[in-house]
């Protein structure tokens, strides 16, 4: 059982930066890959990066235009996501996720979310 915690969302202006934190905790020696996913109102579960656990090897969607950079801290046993030259259409409920397996961009195949962390940029 792997849970997980995000944080470092809020309210902030088109331009301005954020960085997303997900803390892990449990059984996490299964966890193959980490996501950043997110959901705006009325929208479905759009993936946004990932990071593998152990080689911190990161994949990111196109539609970041090189904006995000995933990362993570083993020791810490966290995820980040730093999000820099926000838009006002970034706003969304961002989540963690946790695959035990694979690299996927699927939110299907991820197997743990955390409670999510909103971010609402100003325009």
């Known amino acids: 059982q792997v849970q997980l915690v995000e944080s470092g969302g809020g309210l902030v202006q088109a331009g301005g930066s954020l960085r997303l934190s997900c803390a892990a905790a449990?059984?996490?020696?299964?966890?193959?890959?980490m996501g950043w996913f997110r959901q705006a109102p009325g929208q479905g579960r759009e993936y946004v990066a990932r990071i593998s656990w152990s080689g911190g090897v990161t994949y990111y969607t196109d539609s970041i235009e090189g904006r995000f950079t995933i990362s993570r801290d083993n020791v810490k046993n966290t995820v980040y996501l730093q999000m820099n030259s926000l838009k006002f259409e970034d706003t969304a409920v961002y989540y963690c996720a946790a695959a035990n397996r694979g690299s996927t961009r699927s939110w299907e195949m991820y197997d743990y979310w955390g409670q999510g962390t909103q971010v609402t940029v100003s325009s």
């Open positions: 449990g059984r996490t020696s299964n966890t193959d890959t």
